[in-house]
């Protein structure tokens, strides 16, 4: 990493003489996340050692002008649990330019929707993440898209603040593959409101819509998705509410609710959270409870217990491990329930 850092500054230092503006980075960051799991389907349970989306990347920006400045971000994901090679750029990686007009960006990276669920989640990559309702739950088409991508060739507008009220503009030239194919129907729209105005309280409101030709069977799958916070003191609380239309064949809707809340008590923060699959399809039900405990050693390090467990209506096979840590068991029988336990740490560097 010493030495990883020190071509970064070299590479800094070797911009020509020339070039006055101001150069921010190139910063290195990471994240290691690993977690010992107990897993069970239902029908067959599993221990093992998992990777929970452990990541490094670079970032940085170059002034341009007084009132225009370009930024970047490239990151990757690897696997800290058995040393498998992660991919380049498989994580959010973008480059753009942002002044008083606000920011444009251009990459592959989280869609605005996405980041609304990310911000109420209480267990977020580890056991009980609710991606396990919100995102499993709403799976569709022939690549089991969600709405809780990063999302491909996407091209996103963000608005300054103003008064505490953001929004946000993206779309998706082709969601699938490298290039569209001429007179096909493969984007995806996305917009987002988000709202820090008072003091404590964070709201988020998200809209997606793909294109018939991403999902093969004529439909064209849409979310709308509400998000809040509100910390009060030592107090967190967290909330969800979304409807999909047409994310399946027969143009079926589901509903997802959640409520959330986190106490922190010195180092400790004690938390739990609650979510609810409504489905239009027959016996499709689910709910999830999710309960832990986060131990801050650091502004760095934190190590943590969780505990979830998932219901599942007759029709149903969702998991409450399926999204946010290495999956290493598959689903069971349908209509199981299906529960977890980790204990992990998270170093942030």
Do not use: C, W
């Not at 267990?123 to 990063?150: A, K, Q, W």
């Amino acid at each position: 990493m010493r030495k990883l850092t020190a071509l970064a500054v070299a590479a800094a230092l070797a911009l020509p003489a020339a070039v006055s503006a101001q150069v921010t980075g190139p910063q290195i960051y990471g994240r290691f996340h690993l977690s010992g799991n107990h897993m069970d389907n239902g029908d067959d349970s599993v221990q093992n050692l998992s990777n929970n989306s452990s990541r490094i990347g670079i970032r940085g920006s170059l002034e341009l002008s007084e009132e225009l400045e370009a930024f970047y971000q490239l990151e990757a994901g690897f696997d800290a649990d058995h040393g498998k090679d992660g991919e380049l750029a498989s994580r959010n990686t973008f480059a753009g330019v942002r002044g008083a007009f606000g920011a444009l960006q251009v990459g592959y990276f989280d869609s605005p929707v996405k980041n609304i669920g990310g911000k109420v989640d209480l267990f977020g990559d580890r056991v009980g993440d609710n991606g396990n309702i919100i995102r499993y739950g709403f799976r569709f088409g022939p690549d089991n898209l969600s709405f809780d991508e990063r999302q491909k060739n996407m091209i996103q507008y963000t608005t300054p603040t103003v008064s505490g009220l953001q929004a946000q503009l993206a779309y998706s030239t082709n969601v699938d593959s490298e290039s569209a194919e001429d007179g096909t129907d493969n984007h995806s729209y996305m917009a987002a409101l988000h709202y820090t105005g008072i003091d404590g309280l964070y709201l988020g409101l998200g809209y997606q819509v793909y294109g018939e030709d991403v999902v093969e069977y004529g439909k064209e799958p849409s979310i709308i998705r509400l998000g809040a916070t509100y910390t009060l003191g030592n107090l967190k609380l967290t909330g969800l509410a979304q409807q999909a239309s047409d994310i399946t064949a027969n143009g079926d809707d589901a509903a997802a609710y959640g409520l959330g809340a986190a106490y922190t008590l010195g180092k400790a923060v004690l938390k739990g959270q609650f979510y609810l699959l409504d489905h239009d399809a027959q016996e499709s039900d689910a709910n999830m409870i999710a309960l832990g405990v986060d131990y801050k050693l650091n502004k760095n390090f934190t190590t943590y217990v969780a505990y979830s467990r998932l219901s599942n209506d007759d029709n149903q096979k969702l998991r409450p491990y399926a999204d946010g840590i290495s999956d290493a068991l598959g689903a069971g029988t349908a209509g199981e329930d299906t529960q977890a336990f980790g204990v992990g740490f998270i170093y942030n560097f």
